[in-house]
């Protein structure tokens, strides 16, 4: 049986100066989409950062076991702090290429141009030549895609990557990390502080509060019937915004 | 398709006579805040380009727009922080020049994102407000000129505490002691500390958990409306927008592009901007 992509968590623990996360436990089938949710202080993005092995400096697993069958990559809310202010983005991309397929520099050059197209930017060869800071919120976050595609991920860990985005660039962005899911079977592990994002993404919900697992189960059903009093009160916090009429669908 | 350089309704042809105070009740069509052709430039490109709205005294207008749109330079310019390059911004029909009066910059107050920043980590809540009130010269006709003695000031602090639901002992902590939703409430309190007539709310529960968000803009709503303030609510989240405000602005690339009452804009947005936006955000299964 093809596990590939397939994650485990088994009683996870991580620790500063105390345990900030204690024994949480999950799993990401092969092609499976899991989003963590919760509030700030939940321990959503360390366990997602353990999983990576990127805690920050003075925090560390201390406890429990994760196993990632195949290759992880990790996409992060801003990416400016993880691309070089003084790369082109063209260049970062066929380094990382470089260095995962082990190719010549002027193959990895290629295949970096067919990532940066991938992930839908528009001109990817005049966008290439360009520097981070030279680019908008909603294509740093596609060239942080491209790198992260450019290791040839079968699990993709996204921590909140579309929270700073504009409304209409994050719809784009969810949009092609469906797509790219499709096309090549990712499975997806997704944390955000935002239910509504994590239900249009994910098939599975886990729910955080404290550095412990509230609740786990169906998106749908966790948004539409929570099991526990924490989630029933994070969905009744989302405010309601009605559907304009004569949309295009009607 | 709502025409961007139209004046809002109502826009009165001369500006009216200033009312006597902050009881003074505006008249029928007049009062509260008036942005009129307003334009910023920076480097000669123009950031905000003719924009007109009005808010009327114990309304909320919440303004939305994308980043680059130009909603928060108009906010500065609206507390004067940012110079005009055209157009005029006026309280109760009187123009807020360039230079503002310490009572005209204390009548629009800004209330930001990040509660933390705006809180000066070494003083006290209690601190901080008794220095407002301080160096509030008291106008009211009974004692013009005046200052408030100690006892009232405390009595005061705790009072705009006690409007922003936050305990009268927490005059006695500092900012970090709190969480970010409170700290949120304390810089509201502070803003109504001078007593305004605007009060400018710039992505105000953008940093805070949603739990606490409906806390914040409860507070925000209920006092703007129960102290018949000229609020501007800003933000990039229409159903914050939606949950508190009684028009909508839409502004893109600096251009105001439509206006029009909650109600109206959420079932039958004009522009089709408006509509993109509104149409883009994930809504929760089920809601």
């Known amino acids: 049986m ?3 992509g397939s994650l485990v968590v088994d009683d996870l623990r991580v620790s500063a100066d105390v345990e900030l996360v204690h024994g949480v436990s999950l799993t990401v089938a092969p092609g499976e989409a899991v989003g963590i949710v919760g509030e700030s202080g939940s321990g959503k993005s360390l366990t997602l950062r353990a999983v990576m092995g990127l805690l920050p400096r003075g925090v560390h697993r201390s406890g429990g076991r994760v196993q990632v069958d195949g290759t992880a990559a990790m996409i992060f809310q801003d990416p400016l702090s993880f691309l070089d202010p003084l790369a082109r983005v063209g260049r970062q991309v066929a380094e990382v290429c470089a260095a995962a397929g082990r190719t010549s520099p002027r193959a990895a050059r290629v295949r970096a141009l067919e990532l940066l197209e991938s992930v839908r930017l528009p001109d990817a060869a005049d966008l290439a030549r360009r520097y981070p800071h030279q680019l908008s919120g909603g294509q740093r976050q596609r060239v942080l895609l491209a790198l992260a595609l450019a290791q040839e991920p079968d699990l993709l860990l996204c921590d909140e990557p579309t929270t700073a985005l504009d409304v209409t660039v994050q719809r784009e962005v969810l949009d092609l990390l469906a797509q790219l899911r499709a096309e090549r079977r990712l499975s997806i592990l997704f944390v955000s502080h935002d239910l509504a994002v994590v239900t249009q993404v ?15 189960g169906a998106a749908l059903d966790v948004v539409t019937s929570p099991a526990s009093d924490y989630t029933r009160s994070l969905v009744d916090a989302v405010l309601p915004l009605p559907v304009p009429a004569g949309g295009g669908d009607d | 398709m709502t025409e961007p350089t139209a004046r809002p309704d109502g826009y009165p042809g001369s500006p009216p006579a200033r009312p006597a105070g902050p009881g003074a009740s505006a008249g029928p069509t007049l009062g509260g805040l008036e942005v009129v052709e307003a334009s910023v430039a920076f480097a000669g490109h123009r950031v905000v380009d003719r924009v007109s709205l009005a808010i009327r005294p114990g309304t909320i207008l919440g303004l939305v727009g994308e980043s680059g ?4 330079t108009l906010a500065r310019a609206i507390v004067g922080s940012v110079a005009l390059a055209g157009g005029s911004i006026r309280l109760d029909g009187s123009d807020l020049g360039r230079r503002r009066s310490s009572a005209e910059r204390r009548a629009v107050q800004l209330v930001q994102q990040d509660p933390f920043a705006s809180l000066n980590p070494l003083l006290t809540v209690g601190q901080v407000l008794d220095d407002l009130l301080r160096e509030e010269r008291l106008t009211s006709a009974t004692e013009p000129g005046g200052r408030r003695p100690r006892l009232a000031r405390q009595q005061r602090a705790a009072d705009l505490l006690a409007l922003v639901g936050l305990p009268s002992d927490a005059l006695g902590r500092y900012p970090r002691e709190f969480s970010g939703g409170q700290r949120q409430l304390i810089a509201i309190a502070r803003a109504l500390a001078v007593q305004p007539r605007v009060l400018v709310a710039d992505e105000p529960t953008s ?10 803009l409860d507070v925000i709503a209920g006092l703007g409306r129960g102290m018949h303030l000229a609020t501007l609510l800003i933000s990039h989240d229409l159903s914050v927008v939606h949950a508190v405000c009684d028009e909508v602005a839409v502004m893109r690339d600096g251009v105001l592009l439509e206006l029009a009452p909650a109600g109206r804009f959420f079932r039958h947005p004009g522009h089709p901007y408006s509509r993109a936006l509104l149409e883009a955000v994930p809504r929760l299964p089920g809601r």
């Open chain 2, 207 to 216: 940093s805070l958990d949603v739990s606490v968000q409906r806390t914040v």
């Open chain 1, 202 to 216: 994910c098939e599975r919900v886990v729910v955080l509060r404290g550095g412990r697992v509230v609740e786990t």
């Open chain 2, 69 to 72: 749109s130009g909603k928060t």
């Open chain 1, 2 to 4: 093809n596990t590939l």
